[in-house]
Each structure stands twice: as structure tokens, then as C-alpha cells.
């Protein structure tokens, strides 16, 4: 529950999203406090995606209605949009730029100039780790260097919430962490809120105050992922919660390459 002092970030009331006779979200009503990092699960095809694109205002919804920042999506898209980060599944870096180039230009599409956008690309190098390799051709980095500059694309301009959807898809194990961690720096030095959609129960557990699961378009379950473990009973999994609420089995590289390819997957999956 929200507070008068904590005001809810990110708020939806009973959000849908129709494709013809398809309904990709229904009825979704979610809360997101400011400075949570907020995870959305569920199988492909259950609305994760929809639902981002719906609150960075890349897509419509049919009806209901949400705010991000306080503005409504709908009617104030462009001050959403000035203050939130997005960070999609497919790649957005550029691979025949360099890591600092990529920034540059992420810098001059956000308005920063001079000084300020030279101070921003610096610290976002340092940020995402990346700095001994600025001057590398992003196409030569390994899969979590590449996440973790788009993540510090995406933040150039302090954004008062970053959207990410599949964060980590495609990244091994140590890669993964590491952007988890980044993740973290980033609440902890910007404040910024965090919404991301991801098929890891481990990346879900570790790093959000709370999950919402979908299923078919519609919310199964919201809460910490301790109540919602608790629910479905001692000792209970994220897993195990992901499988009682969706009624879905999980299905589960590290390269620049094999990151593009596992996204390009991932999207064609819905």
C-alpha cells in the first residue's frame, strides 16, 4: 500500500490492452512506491511486455489508465517520457560505435551538453564498469558489458524510474550478477525506481521488493516475494510460486552475438 508521504511512482487502474479479438492485458491494476525495484513475471505471451510498453508510452492501452512520475501516459506522454530510462529486450547499443560514442549519442538525444554531458558519459562508464573499454567497438564486448551499457544509456539523464524487460536474457551466470549489482548502485546513488519483467526466479528473488505474476493477460498475484512464497506454502520456491499462479513451467551465453540472438528469440517468443 501506498502513503501520503511515499507517493506511488508507477499506478495503473484496470489497464487493457486489445489486439482485435486478442486481449494481451486485462483489468491490470498494479502500485509500484518510489524507490522499489518492482518485478513483473510470467510466461511468454502473459502481458509482461505489453504492459511496459504501455507505461514508456510506446503503445496505447485500449482502456483504463496509468501514471508513471505522476503524469498520465496517455495525456502527458512527453513528461513521462523525459523522466523514465528504457532499456528493451532487443539490443539498442550500436555495435559498429564504440562504447563512449554509444553514450555520446544516447547524451546529445537526452539535451545534455558541454560540460554536463561529458561529466554524465563519464560516469556512466565508471557506473556500468566499463571504462577501460570506452574506446572498444561495442560489437567486440562480451554480453554483460553490453547490457551494462545500455543500462548506462539509459540512465544518462537521471531518470526518476528505469524500465528494463528481460534484463539479463542470454547473459551467463557471472554476467548476470554483475548487472544485478549495477542494478542496485543505481537505486542507491540516483533513488531511481526500477520496473523489469524477466523469466528468472533467481534474478526476481535477489533483487525486487516485489513481484507481480501475470497469466493470460491478467494479474494472478502482487506482494514481496516472502508473502507471496508464503502463500503458496512452507519452504516454498519462487519457482514453485511462479508454477502455482501461472500454471507454467520455466523454460531455461555470453557473447555480444549470442546475446542479439537470445533476444531476437525472446521477442519472436511473444
Known amino acids: 500500500m501506498t502513503s501520503s508521504a511515499v507517493p506511488a511512482t508507477i499506478q495503473t487502474s484496470h489497464l487493457t490492452r486489445r489486439f482485435g479479438d486478442f486481449t494481451a492485458l486485462k483489468d491490470l491494476n498494479l502500485t509500484v512506491e518510489r524507490g522499489q525495484v518492482f518485478g513483473l513475471l510470467g510466461p511468454n505471451g502473459a502481458g509482461k511486455s505489453t504492459a511496459i510498453k504501455i507505461l514508456t508510452t510506446l503503445l496505447d492501452a485500449t482502456s483504463g489508465s496509468a501514471t508513471v512520475a505522476g503524469f498520465d501516459v496517455a495525456t502527458h506522454a512527453l513528461e513521462v517520457r523525459r523522466r523514465i530510462g528504457y532499456v528493451p529486450q532487443l539490443l539498442s547499443a550500436d555495435g559498429a560505435l564504440t562504447a563512449r560514442e554509444n553514450l555520446e549519442l544516447s547524451a546529445r538525444l537526452y539535451g545534455l551538453r558541454g560540460g554536463l554531458r561529458t561529466r554524465r558519459v563519464q560516469e ?14 561495442v560489437r567486440t564486448l562480451s554480453g554483460g558489458m553490453v547490457r551494462r551499457l545500455e543500462i548506462a544509456q539509459a540512465t544518462l539523464h537521471y531518470p526518476e524510474v528505469l524500465f528494463l524487460d528481460e534484463p539479463t536474457i542470454g547473459l551467463d551466470p557471472m554476467a548476470r550478477r554483475t548487472v544485478w549489482e549495477r542494478l542496485l548502485q543505481l537505486r542507491q546513488a540516483m533513488g531511481v525506481t526500477i520496473l523489469l519483467s524477466t523469466h528468472d526466479m533467481e534474478e526476481a528473488d535477489y533483487l525486487c521488493d516485489a513481484l507481480a505474476i501475470l497469466h493470460r493477460g491478467q494479474l494472478a498475484s502482487v506482494g514481496p516475494p516472502a508473502q507471496l512464497k508464503a502463500q503458496v506454502g512452507a519452504d ?27 533476444r531476437y528469440a525472446a521477442m519472436r517468443r511473444g
Open 124 to 137: 556512466a562508464l565508471a557506473l556500468a564498469g566499463i571504462e577501460t573499454m570506452a574506446t572498444h567497438l
Open 236 to 262: 516454498a520456491s519462487l519457482n514453485e510460486v511462479f508454477a502455482h499462479f501461472s500454471g507454467a513451467v520455466l523454460e531455461q551465453t555470453g557473447h555480444y552475438r549470442d546475446v542479439r540472438d537470445s
